[in-house]
């Protein structure tokens, strides 16, 4: 656990409790045990507000399905030299990956081919305060969030090479996920910040419509992250779960959750932040690979 991780899971909050909460949880570090620590980042998880959230918005009389996968091929990663803080991952052809990764002082976007995983091809490192999260690819220009610092960086989807910065609309509070679609013949990017809001943003990357999604008890599904849209259904996983939840956009519900505990279980990593995190769709295949934090597999599966 580390008080980046805290920070994350503590700006849920509004702008206002957000100071107060970061401060609160540095002064926790220093006068509680571990224990204590631990339990109050689940406590500021569960004190999600929900006091603003519009019930209203909940679709009535749902089920959400209990989905199944199959585990088709794992790929090993050496992630003892040289590991990655996986944040954004989708294919770019039959092969190839695109990927950013996460920390200050870590956080990069290169591409991975599955048939030499371990070689980041035209690795881009950012700037030691920027903490790299979701990624994309539009128009050839790929478009990587960054997660406090709200800055949008734009490279040349041939070889990533740098093109400029933008910035994260004001109605997005952090950047976390980031996935497109084509909705009525126009491009729409789909923003997270770890609430349980999926923003709809223009290709200029601005946002026109929030969408809220429940679960059919109707509680907010909190911690929306990592994005893939396919064939009209949003996928995202769950920060800080093994859930991967498939999303009805147009009905602002979840059709269906797919569970992945075997996977966490064998990526065994120490730390709580460490958890499943990344989605792409391989076309080609037909297929999803998904991953985690630093995990040392990416592992191919089929959702039913
Ligand atoms: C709650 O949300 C509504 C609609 O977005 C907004 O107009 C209102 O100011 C919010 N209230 C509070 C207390 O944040
Ligand atoms: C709501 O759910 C109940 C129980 O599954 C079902 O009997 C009822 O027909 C549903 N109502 C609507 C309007 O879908
Ligand atoms: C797949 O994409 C990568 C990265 O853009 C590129 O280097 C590679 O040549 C592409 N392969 C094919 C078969 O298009
Ligand atoms: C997507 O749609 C194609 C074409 O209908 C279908 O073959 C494929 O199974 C679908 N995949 C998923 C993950 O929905």
Redesign the pocket.
Known sequence: MNIQDNRRISYHK?EGQMKKTTALTYFSIIAFSLTTFVFLIKGSIDSYDQ??L?KSECPQNYTDLKGTHKLLARINRDNTKNPQYTQGLLFVNQTFLLESSGQYGKSSIHYLNLDDINNLIFNYELPSNQFGEGCDIINNKVYQLTWLERKINVFNAEDLSFINEMKLDDKVEAGWGLTHRVFNGEIQVLITDGSNKVHIADENFNVKESIQIFDDKKKPVTNLNELEYVNGTLFANIYLTSKIVAIDLENKKVIATYDFQGLVKDANRKKRDECLNGIAYNEYTDSFWITGKNWGFIQEVKLQ
């Open positions: 509004k006091s603003n519009s």
